[in-house]
């Protein structure tokens, strides 16, 4: 009995060392993820801002049709970034939450 509980334990090691480096390696391309879309984002943070500043300057040029489905756009483009800050904090959550379960793991195995 004690050697196939011998066996059973160096198994589940095998497989906890097996199971972490997978993990690792998922960590490390969620953390590329995150710094890509960080990055781009941080390119892309401002316009929907400047956007709005530039159409509320134009809009006395226009007439009320053009200046509606301006202030229409303008909505949407806020929308649009509100969506991309949303998928920022989820990417960063699931990253924050990957790396605790990596921890959690690491100290199983010890």
């Known amino acids: 009995m004690s050697i196939f509980n011998k066996?059973?334990?160096?198994?589940?090691?095998?497989l906890y060392k097996r199971y972490l480096t997978d993990y690792k390696d998922i960590l490390k391309e969620l953390t590329e993820l995150y710094d890509d879309l960080k990055?781009?984002?941080?390119?892309?943070?401002?316009?929907?801002?400047?956007f709005t500043t530039f159409a509320e300057s134009i809009t006395t040029k226009l007439?009320?049709?053009?200046?509606?489905?301006?202030?229409?756009?303008?909505?949407e483009l806020k929308k649009v970034d509100k969506?991309?800050?949303?998928?920022?904090?989820?990417v960063r959550d699931v990253l924050?939450?990957?790396?605790k379960r990596?921890?959690?793991?690491?100290?199983?195995i010890r």
């Open 7 to 14: 066996k059973e334990k160096k198994l589940k090691k095998e």
């Open 39 to 50: 990055e781009s984002y941080a390119t892309t943070d401002s316009v929907a801002e400047d």
């Open 63 to 75: 007439t009320p049709e053009e200046a509606e489905r301006l202030q229409q756009f303008s909505i």
């Open 83 to 90: 969506c991309a800050r949303d998928a920022m904090r989820d």
């Open 96 to 99: 924050r939450a990957h790396k």
């Open 102 to 108: 990596l921890k959690e793991l690491q100290n199983e």
